[in-house]
Every structure is written in C-alpha cells, then in structure tokens.
C-alpha cells in the first residue's frame, strides 16, 4: 500500500540556517504532494502542494520539488526563522487511497535564536 | 472567510460517558475527515465520509461513531467504549480529487476527568 516515510526529529537548527526535511514515498499510482505545517496547540495548515512529476510547490521561503526517479518530496528552506519552528508533515494522496491523505509520522523543527 | 468549526476546543469527559465533538463546514467539500493526534505522534484516520449519509471506517474506528445528516457536518462521538480517549482530534474537508488540499479545523482536545 501507499506509505510516506519522513526523516525523524527533532531537528535543531540556529536562526538563519539552512533546512532540508526528507521525505520519500511508496505509491502505485502518480499520488499527489503535500506538506503541513502545525504550530503548538493547532490544526495542519497547508504549506505547499505538488500534483506531478518535477513540480516545484513553495510558499513562504519553502520549497520542495516533486522527484519521480527517486520517489521524493524533501521540503527545504534557505534562511530559518525563531518562528518557524513547528512540525512538519509530508503527506500524499491518490485515487488509489480514495483520496484519502497518508501522512508520515512528522519532524518537529526547533529553531534557536 | 470559509473553513472548518471545530467546538468545543477543549472536552472533559467522565468514565462511562460518551461525548460528541462537532465539526462544521461552509467550503462546499464533499468529503469529510476525522483524525486522532496523540502527544508527539503523528496523525490516525478515524472515519471519513465522501457524501452525504455515507461514511468509512479509518484506521482506528473501534470505539468512535459517526453521522453525516447534511453536507457541512460530520460529528464525532467518543463512546465509552473507547477506553483510552485523551487526544487531541482533528477535523478536515477536501473535494474528492487527489490534487486537492484537505482543509483542517483548530482541533478539539479531549480529557479524561
């Protein structure tokens, strides 16, 4: 069945740093992309999104790109802030799943000033 | 603004009680979405429901029900059959396509008196 499998947290990084988030994926079809982002005490909100093969979804100063030939979806971003610490989910949805969404376990991301 | 109502945002319940959590929408989704979150874990499918009067069991149905009576509602009620019920609950709405984002509620956090 489908599957998301991300790198585990937490990750620690100093304002300013750069970040990479690994996630990869198992998938019969040709899923479609996400990643959320949850903040303390809240729901997911959607971050970015790609629905194909070598998409780029950004938002925000995050980006990621949607990688066929090696079936990944890392989410990356140049310059951290104090503020984006949160936890991040990689997630995919396909006919396959009735357009259910198949999260992985998530990666908490402490960001120190 | 659209979105997702979830009330209330913090649930007490007592041995032998069932409870109901309420989740509203006024986007227009088909599809509807419970999740269950435990402290540092990452997100389990309850039920989910594609239309009006139809619903799906998720992953971890056992002690939960269900109702969809109209298109933006979709309660969930906690029995006392579910004997480990301290969590934090997600509600989410999507269209049925797999490009498409599901949409999240701030979550209701639910406690054992």
């Known amino acids: 069945g489908n599957s998301v499998t991300q790198m585990e947290g937490p990750v620690t990084l100093s304002e300013e740093a750069f970040l990479t988030i690994n996630c990869t994926y198992t998938a019969t079809g040709y899923p479609s992309l996400f990643w959320y982002v949850q903040y303390p005490g809240e729901g997911l909100q959607l971050l970015l999104k790609?629905?194909?093969?070598?998409d780029k979804g950004s938002n925000k100063g995050f980006e990621a790109t949607y990688r066929k030939e090696t079936t990944s979806f890392h989410l990356e971003k140049g310059s951290v802030q104090v503020s984006d610490s949160a936890v991040y989910f990689c997630a995919l949805s396909d006919q396959a799943s009735s357009y259910k969404l198949i999260f992985g376990s998530g990666t908490r991301l402490l960001v120190r000033p | 603004d659209g979105g997702i109502t979830q009330s209330p945002k913090y649930l007490f319940r007592k041995e032998g009680q069932n409870v109901t959590l309420s989740c509203e929408q006024n986007l227009n989704h088909d599809a509807m979405y419970w999740y269950r979150q435990d402290p540092g874990q990452g997100l389990r499918l309850i039920y989910y429901s594609q239309i009006v009067n139809d619903f799906q069991k998720g992953d971890i149905a056992e002690g939960y029900s269900v109702s969809r009576e109209k298109k933006e509602s979709f309660p969930l009620t906690v029995t006392s059959a579910q004997k480990n019920p301290t969590a934090f609950y997600l509600c989410?709405?999507?269209?049925?396509?797999?490009?498409?984002?599901?949409?999240f509620g701030d979550g209701t956090r639910l406690s054992i008196l």
């Open positions: 790609a629905t194909k093969a070598d």
């Open positions: 989410a709405s999507s269209n049925l396509y797999s490009n498409q984002p599901q949409h």
